[in-house]
């Protein structure tokens, strides 16, 4: 099955990112032919910004968010957005480096990056908007 969406919403809180790994499991299951590897790589990307929006997400407990996700030949695709405020620190030339082995935190963007064909971010009017695209040879 190909050119199919799956799309889900909710708040950013850690118990609606269980709704969030629910689904990447059923579209795992839904869609065999994917390779395993790419679909893990994909679902540690989805989830390590949806986790950013979740602790960092402002105004605490009120963000709301909506999670696209788009089958097709070759490619995992999705849309995560949400109505926090702004994201200031994005640099869409910047190499989203790991920090040091000592920092705290700081490395959800560089492993997504890292793991991702694609990684964009915009605003868009009052949301922010993340992109992601994972590809396999189909």
């Given at each position: 099955m190909t050119g199919e969406h799956y799309e889900i919403a909710g708040l950013a809180v850690p118990r609606d990112m269980e709704q969030l790994h629910?689904?990447?499991?059923?579209?795992?299951?839904?869609?065999?032919?994917?390779?395993?590897?790419?679909?893990?790589?994909?679902?540690t990307a989805v989830m390590e910004l949806a986790n950013n929006v979740v602790e960092h997400g402002r105004p605490v407990g009120q963000v709301a968010w909506h999670f696209r996700l788009d089958v097709s030949p070759g490619a995992l695709t999705a849309r995560l957005a949400d109505s926090g405020e702004e994201y200031a620190e994005w640099d869409a030339a910047a190499t989203h480096d790991m920090p040091g082995e000592m920092a705290e935190s700081g490395r959800g963007l560089p492993l997504a990056s890292a793991v991702l064909d694609e990684l964009g971010y915009r605003r868009e009017g009052e949301s922010n908007v993340w992109t992601m695209v994972r590809r396999w040879q189909a």
């Open positions: 629910d689904l990447l499991e059923r579209v795992s299951t839904e869609h065999p032919h994917i390779p395993a590897s790419d679909v893990m790589m994909f679902e």
